[in-house]
């Protein structure tokens, strides 16, 4: 979205919802055919904009086997937002991927690159978990979500 609009919202916004998938441009242009800079950029306006609104910020990270669950993406990703967002993020998300969309893909004729994937790990996930939260001094506001496979 154009920061214009982004800007004009803020002041209306009880909650700022953020997907930070890759914080490497080339992956992020890969995986969704566009580049993360105005992602980024709009982050960084948005957050030094927060304190002034008082709207509360939660982040969401999609965690995706093979595209997004390096350690290294989860570490850029945390020391991007412990820089741009430090105490304003209330609560970041690193969401499990999960294949329930596949049968949308299916009816829509479409080819999904992870329509064989499997569920994450949940050990892999308290894995990333782990490293997120060490660039936080309230890691508690970090945690993932969904479901996850044992083994």
């Given at each position: 979205v154009a920061w214009s609009a982004l800007e004009e919202a803020l002041p209306y916004t009880d909650i700022l919802l953020y997907d930070i998938k890759l914080m490497d441009e080339a992956a992020h242009i890969k995986y969704?055919?566009?580049?993360?800079?105005?992602?980024?950029?709009?982050?960084?306006?948005?957050?030094?904009?927060?304190?002034?609104t008082g709207t509360r910020l939660w982040v969401r990270t999609p965690i995706i086997p093979g595209a997004t669950d390096s350690d290294n993406n989860i570490r850029d990703i945390a020391q991007f937002l412990a820089k741009h967002a430090g105490e304003a993020l209330e609560r970041w998300e690193l969401c499990a991927f999960n294949n329930l969309c596949r049968d949308k893909y299916l009816?829509?004729?479409?080819?999904?690159?992870?329509?064989d994937t499997a569920l994450?790990?949940?050990?892999?996930?308290?894995?990333?978990?782990?490293?997120?939260?060490?660039?936080f001094p309230c890691p508690e506001r970090i945690s993932f979500t969904g479901a996850t496979k044992a083994k």
């Open positions: 969704t055919a566009q580049s993360n800079a105005p992602i980024l950029e709009n982050f960084v306006r948005a957050a030094a904009l927060l304190p002034q009816r829509l004729q479409q080819n999904w690159e992870f329509k994450m790990n949940h050990e892999r996930m308290q894995e990333l978990l782990a490293i997120a939260q060490e660039y």
